[in-house]
């Protein structure tokens, strides 16, 4: 759940291009701020008091009515001088986020669900194709190329550290292009209104290395680990026979379901039920018995299942590294 | 001796009265007509005619517009504190991390009726109350132009109201957001009747509006006091008219979305669908294009009320007058070009970016301009320290805030980072509270002595305002940065390594204060209307018609119609013809008057109170309750609206008959 998730702290090119633009809009506005405040204070402050009955002055003054227009028509040149700089700061930063070089790029199709992240990676191979739930990783100094679609509502992709957001709209594709230059943990967060757990749909992007990102990619390509002890054996059974298989797929298991996350490498994440939980021994048994207690409203049933089988699975999961 | 007893021979002794058919026909008999000379009988006859008899009917006949646009002020106002109060329910739930206050499902009830209530029960009626109360006092006329309409609107606008929180007490509280983005206010992901309450509500809320500024329009353009010239029209005028001018061209455009969702939910259209043709985007462009110029409806009656504020305590005639109007209609346009920065981040297409945001920004150019000339007077005016004009000091400091925050918003890399974040929460808060509950704080203070006759205590009042303004800036500013640090809305809660607590605390405190001052503003007004200090008619010395009348206002409003030949008509001294008489005394009658010279043109016949207004509004409930729950309803149903309608506009033949005798004999 940890990981750095704050605009004025990028890490790639994008989101220090977008924090510069932001730097100058801030120190742009404090100044017509502070300046209208000035004037208007002094204004106040200097302007003679009068009461009700003091009798309205109705006719102009030719010579101060010239000096009010002459102030007000500098202030209104000035600010519009200074919208145009902006403005022209706005479409260059625009254009530097537009321009990234994508050759070498990695792609990624993200998708949106009620509530959670699905990633799968090399769509269009399917021998080197897999998929990860929640928790993605990239290679830093490369850029990344996502395709974003979405399966039920409209979600946003965001990573503030990393770049701006993109919507995710059922019946549209999109895309957005990201590089992170510097290894590190960001976390995101849906950023549109989806529905009960939309306060629960966190999406950690973890860059690493590129080494790190290799043998982290071989790793997700093989099929989940076999299970090692009696207890992990007992886990699996248990997992292929209730109804985690209806809906989970675990590569190389009877478990082949496609309505939730892939868990073939669960153990190897850092939080469970999209940064809701942080992914331990005993918090993946408590969600797996009862997870509406703690995301009321998400799809998952609760399992019904003895407290030793609960244990049993959550280590089987556990060692699905 | 007057301007219109020429253009209106005074002999008119045959004359029939129209709708006062309680009274027998007094056929030759010298009419009671009004004027400055008419003597105290004709008085007390035309302030029997316009006051409205006690009674159950009576009371749910009126269609006086002060009468109206009070009920519409007050009821907008019980909204506020309602809506109020979900807002700090909602501060509290998110002071702390994972915070059980309330649940998921309850949040989402809460921040959808706090916006749909703030939006559309309070925001556009209470601004729409205030120029009916006041629009045709300013003008010098005595109701506006379709009050049975008004009336009806009023009853729709409170029987919405009520059902929509009946709804919500009883669980079936829309919980899509005000925005209602499909698909998830669809079919399909919209579970259970919320969304279509949602629906119906936006339906009413908005024929409500649409009807309102109807009347208000035709009443600006078409019931001026002679002399009034659109050259003379005061400021806060053009602001309701502008606005009035808005509704009309934004309004059906939500009322159209809203009921193709209707469809889709109700009889299985797929007009929002994208597995069946349908588009889920056209959905949000349909809605800001409705919703962006409503921000500005709430917006720019509220710099009507600054302009009419600023000019009677600085003890000058506003600096600008014209630039200001040409900004406030400036300002109309350009609201309707703005709507897609609502959608920066659904993939909006280059060269459309750069135009929106090209847009958005020179929308700034107008009201920097109407800000420099408010400081321009300010600063060469005498100043009267009350309560109204600190308050639209306090709006100077706030807007200003949420104006320059609404600059980073426009530009659309910016937006991509802050867009459906807390920093978009403190925008719109700083811009809807300072743009907005500032000077209608100003104006109330300012308007309560002529509604009431009573002046509200100038001391409470300034506790009141020092505590709001530490209040909005303590519960708002740390907004801005929660939403720089990652903070999404519309989360029910948050982790603790998140590090948002502190800043949420802070703005949950500030939200109290706000509450004090809220009571305390209440305390105010239920002490003053006892105990209050007695009004003069012009209690602070304002130059606008409506301070000529005494406090509160006779029913009749005027005893003569005033001729104005100035834009401060009490400031200035008056022309040669200063009254029109000839009016009947015996029936509500008005002068209307030419739309951009203000000559007097015909004489104009207001309707009676009748009951039918109520009645068409709760057959209008019926057909819409009774579609919420069944398609058949949705048919069937229009046929108890389609009876009142008839019954409302039934031909009444002797009513037929006079008016002709009128139209041949004037």
């Excluded at chain 1, 019946?171 to 549109?192: K, L, M, N, P, V």
């Excluded at chain 1, 018995?289 to 995301?295: E, G, M, T």
């Excluded at chain 2, 300010?378 to 925050?405: D, H, N, Q």
Aim: hydrophobic share 50%; proline share 6%; aromatic share 12%.
């Amino acid at each position: 759940m940890n990981g750095i998730h704050d605009i004025r702290l990028p890490a790639g090119p994008q989101a220090a291009a977008l924090f510069d633009l932001w730097t100058l809009m801030l120190i742009t506005c404090t100044g017509v701020f502070v300046a209208i405040i000035v004037v208007l204070a002094v204004a106040v402050w200097r302007a003679p008091r009068a009461t009700a009955k003091t009798l309205p002055d109705a006719d102009a003054h030719p010579r101060k009515e010239t000096m009010l227009k002459r102030s007000v028509g500098f202030a209104v040149a000035t600010s519009a001088v200074l919208l145009f700089v902006l403005l022209f700061a706005s479409f260059i930063a625009d254009r530097a986020i537009a321009t990234l070089p994508l050759d070498d790029a990695v792609h990624i199709d993200l998708i949106g669900h009620q509530f959670w992240w699905e990633a799968r990676y090399d769509p269009s191979d399917p021998a080197r194709s897999f998929a990860t739930a929640n928790e993605m990783h990239v290679p830093v100094g490369r850029p990344v190329l996502m395709t974003l679609r979405a399966d039920d509502v409209i979600h946003s992709f965001w990573v503030p550290s990393l770049a701006g957001k993109k919507d995710l709209i059922p019946g549209r594709t999109s895309t957005i292009a990201f590089r992170a230059d510097r290894a590190g943990i960001y976390r995101g967060q849906c950023a549109e209104f989806c529905g009960y757990q939309h306060a629960h749909m966190a999406l950690i992007v973890v860059a690493d290395a590129p080494a790190d990102y290799e043998r982290w990619l071989v790793v997700q390509r093989q099929p989940a680990r076999e299970p090692s002890t009696a207890q992990e054996r007992r886990g699996r059974d248990l997992v292929e026979r209730a109804s985690c298989a209806m809906c989970h797929t675990i590569s190389g298991t009877a478990a082949r379901g496609r309505r939730a996350p892939d868990l073939s490498h669960v153990g190897s994440r850092s939080s469970l039920a999209a940064g809701t939980l942080e992914n331990t021994a005993a918090s993946r048994a408590h969600w797996i018995a009862d997870p509406q207690s703690y995301k009321p409203g998400v799809d998952m049933p609760p399992l019904a299942a003895a407290p030793a089988d609960l244990v049993a699975i959550s280590a089987y999961l556990g060692a699905l590294q | 001796m007057t301007a219109a007893s020429g253009a209106f021979p005074s002999d008119a002794g045959s004359r029939t009265r129209a709708r006062e058919r309680s009274q027998p026909k007094k056929g030759g008999r010298q009419r009671l007509r009004d004027g400055a000379g008419a003597g105290s009988r004709a008085a007390a006859e035309l302030e029997r005619t316009w006051t409205d008899k006690p009674g159950v009917i009576s009371f749910l006949s009126a269609n006086g517009h002060k009468t109206i646009g009070l009920r519409f002020i007050v009821t907008a106002l019980c909204f506020f504190g309602a809506a109020g109060v979900m807002g700090g329910l909602m501060r509290h739930q998110l002071a702390t991390a994972n915070s059980h206050l309330v649940g998921p499902d309850f949040y989402n009830q809460l921040f959808t009726m706090h916006g749909t209530t703030m939006m559309f029960l309070f925001a556009v009626p209470v601004m729409q109350g205030f120029a009916l109360y006041l629009v045709p006092l300013m003008i010098g006329t005595r109701n506006t132009a379709f009050p049975r309409m008004t009336a009806c609107a009023y009853w729709l606008y409170v029987i919405g109201g009520l059902l929509l929180f009946g709804a919500f007490l009883s669980n079936t509280g829309p919980d899509a957001g005000w925005f209602a983005y499909v698909p998830l206010a669809g079919p399909q992901y919209g579970i259970g009747k919320r969304v279509d309450v949602w629906n119906m509500l936006v339906t009413y809320s908005e024929a409500t509006g649409l009807m309102v500024a109807v009347d208000i329009t035709t009443t600006i353009l078409k019931l001026r006091a002679p002399g009034m010239t659109l050259r003379h029209m005061p400021l806060f005028l053009w602001a309701s008219l502008v606005t009035s001018v808005m509704i009309i061209f934004a309004m059906p455009m939500v009322m159209l979305a809203a009921n193709l969702v209707q469809f889709d939910r109700m009889l299985g259209t797929h007009f929002f669908n994208p597995a069946e043709g349908g588009d889920a985007l056209l959905w949000q462009h349909l809605f800001w294009f409705f919703g962006h110029p409503e921000v500005y409806f709430i917006f720019i009656p509220a710099l009507g009320f600054i302009s009419a504020v600023i000019p009677t305590f600085a003890r000058r005639p506003m600096f600008g007058h014209d630039a200001i109007v040409l900004s406030l209609i400036a300002t109309g346009f350009l609201s309707f070009g703005l709507w897609v920065h609502h959608m920066f981040a659904t993939n909006v297409p280059e060269l459309g970016k750069s135009f929106f945001t090209a847009m958005s920004f020179m929308i700034a150019i107008p009201t920097a301009l109407q800000l420099f000339c408010w400081i321009a007077t300010i600063a060469s005016g005498r100043l009267v320290m009350k309560t109204p004009l600190l308050f639209v000091l306090g709006f100077f400091f706030i807007l200003l805030i949420g104006g320059l925050t609404g600059i980073m918003l426009g530009s659309v890399p910016l937006d991509l980072q802050v867009h459906d974040t807390y920093f978009v929460v403190a925008h719109l808060h700083y811009v809807l509270i300072g743009g907005a509950v500032f000077p209608l704080f100003a104006a109330i203070f300012y308007w309560f002595p002529k509604v009431t006759g009573r002046v509200l205590s100038d001391r409470l009042g300034k506790w009141q305002f020092w505590l709001f303004f530490i209040g909005v800036n303590l519960t708002f500013f740390p907004l801005h940065i929660l939403g720089l640090a990652g903070m999404p809305r519309r989360i029910y809660t948050y982790a603790p390594e998140t590090g948002w607590g502190f800043l949420s605390f802070l703005s949950a405190a500030g939200q109290v204060i706000n509450d004090l001052s809220m009571l305390l503003f209440a305390f105010n007004v239920a002490r003053s209307l006892f105990k209050g200090e007695r009004a003069p008619a012009d209690p602070w010395g304002g130059g606008t018609l409506e301070w000529s009348v005494s406090s509160p206002p006779p029913a009749c409003n005027f005893f003569a119609l005033p001729v104005v030949s100035s834009r401060e008509p009490l400031w200035t001294p008056p022309g040669n013809v200063t009254h029109v008489s000839g009016l009947s005394a015996e029936i509500r009658e008005g002068l209307t008057t030419t739309v951009i010279d203000a000559l007097p043109d015909t004489r104009y016949a207001y309707p009676a109170p009748e009951i039918w207004p109520f009645v068409a509004s709760l057959a209008v409930t019926a057909w819409l309750v009774w579609s919420i729950w069944s398609v058949r309803g949705f048919a069937w149903g229009l046929i108890l609206p389609a009876i009142a309608f008839f019954a409302w506009y039934w031909p009444d033949k002797k009513e037929s008959i006079e008016e002709i005798s009128w139209e041949t004999e004037p």
